[in-house]
């Protein structure tokens, strides 16, 4: 079991760029979740996926926001245009069918100049 | 208004002291869920209750899921430097495989 990995770890981006995040979900997690947690406050719920099925998105993943699991197996996050209030800790998670504990990852922290 | 609320928001203590914490809603959860996050760091779970009443030990960590599942404590007995950093909890509404709630978080310093 060797955890759920992020990348980049960090990431420092001008106002107006595209970024995109990755995340490698424990194997045979069949569920990843995204959330994002800025500074002094809990992570909020972003989007989720069963397999490579969205299930559900948050109106906090607003049109410039993307979100993939192409396979099942990885999943991307990509935001376009990026905005400074879109700098932020990007976490991911995941868990298996029927599990209630999710499993998070490191983090990915943008910062948006 | 948050679902969950975590209190108190800060707490510094001397290493060996025991302290409480508490995460508080007015909803019902299926399960909740306490994480220890580090500066830069994702959180790192500590521990899963999923019924009523139910008392959880980790080591010198004690857990309690209220009777009516709204609400948990943290029980920290003769606190240690290394148990510094910031305690979140985390609530899954609709059963298993939901989204989480998550509280602010407490700071917990222990200072040697």
């Known amino acids: 079991d060797t955890g759920v990995s992020q990348d980049p770890r960090h990431k420092i981006t001008k106002r107006g760029q595209n970024v995109t995040f990755r995340c490698d979900p424990i194997?045979?997690?069949?569920?990843l979740y995204w959330y994002r947690q800025t500074l002094g406050q809990g992570p909020e719920f972003l989007t989720y996926?069963?397999?490579?099925?969205?299930?559900?998105k948050s109106r906090l993943l607003s049109d410039r926001f993307s979100a993939e699991r192409p396979k099942g197996s990885f999943s991307t996050l990509e935001i376009q245009r990026t905005e400074q209030g879109d700098s932020a800790m990007y976490l991911c998670?995941?868990?298996?069918?029927?599990?209630?504990?999710?499993?998070f990852g490191p983090g990915t922290r943008l910062l948006v100049l | 208004t948050q679902l969950l609320e975590q209190s108190p928001q800060f707490l510094s203590i001397q290493e060996g002291e025991n302290l409480t914490v508490y995460c508080n809603s007015s909803?019902?959860?299926?399960?909740l869920q306490w994480y220890r996050q580090e500066p830069g760091e994702g959180p790192v779970l500590l521990v899963t209750v999923v019924t009523g009443g139910e008392v959880k030990k980790l080591k010198r960590l004690t857990f309690q899921f209220g009777d009516a599942r709204k609400d948990s404590s943290l029980h920290i007995t003769a606190a240690q430097p290394g148990d510094t950093g910031l305690y979140l909890c985390a609530g899954a509404l609709t059963g298993a495989n939901s989204k989480l709630t998550f509280g602010k978080g407490i700071t917990l310093s222990v200072r040697p």
């Open positions: 194997s045979e997690h069949n569920r």
């Open positions: 909803s019902v959860f299926s399960s």
């Open positions: 998670a995941s868990n298996r069918r029927g599990g209630e504990t999710q499993y």
């Open positions: 996926f069963q397999n490579e099925a969205q299930l559900e």
